[in-house]
């Protein structure tokens, strides 16, 4: 197998580790900047470095698109161009919205890994950054089932949990969970050295609560600057949702009311409690045959029925019949998310039962 790369930063250069350290894959990858490339080959997240898209893809059967996410449309469309036909195409940037509305080829589906690091290059790059970590993933009708099924197979490989959803829907997600805690970091660095310059105190150690909550502040300029600005719609609604509560809050403590504040405070914790419920995974897997028609878009369909309702697909295959006018969907399902899957795809109007 052939995985290429097209930006050989720290999350290109994990998808090599992991794909080569994995999958025993042959990687190999394109960037503009001869030192990235020269550090991608020292760092063992390629095989092989080029400075043309059209040498990285040739042969390719898989490859990942991480370049600045203001570049992506533009920087998928020249993968695909360069692509096969049987080439699946990716990205990795933390906003959907634009990349998918710009393209329109059923060998792409977008993508976004929740991993990461402060530090950015490929020297910080890890084989297992992405092992149990969520890769959203973003199919639409025009992308081919077997392309998604091949990718989300390939993902699972590198030890991370595929869960489809829909562009419109993963920003706004990531305006609250990803971009407003930056936000919010910067925020509060700020506050807290002009309270400090205004008292004429110098910086004193700082507790963990600070240090955790401003760990991300003043992250790599120019990738948050186009972060910021590609999802400024959705951020803008989070941040006025964040100063809404912020000054409920505001009220209950001006008028001194205990148990409005105790009653917020309790509030925070179940909310915490039912978000790391969501994240914990267990129990047995079984499989959920779909009889399905043979028509475009179908795969995205159930994926996306199933990801709004966060249910992963831990594995899938795809069984065409004879004919090409149907076939059927293997998805296997934990059991704790069996029925509802179930019944969710039978709200789709298609048949479904346990294997």
Not at 143 to 165: F, Q
Not at 170 to 188: C, F, K, T, Y
Not at 236 to 263: E, H, K, P, T
Not at 274 to 291: F, K, M, N, W, Y
Request: proline fraction near 5%.
């Amino acid at each position: 197998m052939k995985v290429a790369l097209v930006g050989i930063g720290l999350i290109g250069g994990s998808i090599g580790l992991a794909a080569r350290q994995r999958l025993n894959a042959r990687v190999a990858g394109f960037d503009p900047v001869p030192a990235a490339r020269e550090a991608a080959l020292k760092a063992g997240a390629v095989q092989e470095a080029f400075g043309t898209v059209e040498e990285a893809l040739d042969g390719a059967e898989f490859v990942f698109v991480a370049a600045p996410v203001a570049a992506l449309p533009g920087a998928v469309q020249g993968a695909l161009a360069a692509a096969g036909p049987d080439c699946v195409v990716t990205d990795v940037g933390s906003t959907k919205r634009p990349v998918v509305a710009a393209i329109e080829d059923p060998r792409f589906v977008g993508g976004h890994p929740l991993a990461g690091a402060e530090s950015s290059g490929v020297e910080f790059a890890r084989a297992d950054l992405f092992v149990d970590s969520t890769w959203y993933l973003t199919p639409t009708a025009v992308t081919r089932g077997t392309v998604y099924e091949r990718l989300h197979r390939l993902i699972t490989r590198m030890g991370a949990w595929p869960s489809a959803t829909d562009p419109d829907t993963h920003d706004a997600v990531m305006a609250s969970v990803s971009h407003l805690p930056h936000v919010l970091a910067n925020v509060l660095v700020a506050q807290a050295a002009r309270v400090l310059s205004g008292e004429g105190e110098r910086l004193p150690p700082t507790g963990p609560s600070f240090r955790d909550l401003t760990r991300v502040a003043g992250a790599n300029t120019a990738l948050w600057r186009d972060i910021y600005l590609a999802n400024g719609d959705a951020l803008v609604r989070a941040i006025d949702d964040a100063m809404q509560r912020l000054g409920a809050f505001r009220a209950l403590l001006a008028n001194g009311d205990g148990d409005g504040i105790a009653s917020w405070n309790d509030a925070a914790r179940e909310d915490r409690r039912r978000l790391l419920e969501s994240d914990l995974a267990g129990g047995e897997v079984h499989e959920l045959r779909v009889q399905v028609p043979n028509r475009p878009g179908i795969v995205a369909e159930i994926a996306l029925a199933l990801g709004r309702a966060s249910i992963d697909i831990v594995d899938m295959a795809l069984y065409p019949t004879s004919g090409g006018s149907h076939g059927a969907i293997a998805l296997w399902i934990r059991q704790k998310d069996f029925g509802q899957a179930e019944a969710l795809v039978g709200e789709l109007g298609l048949e479904a039962a346990r294997a």
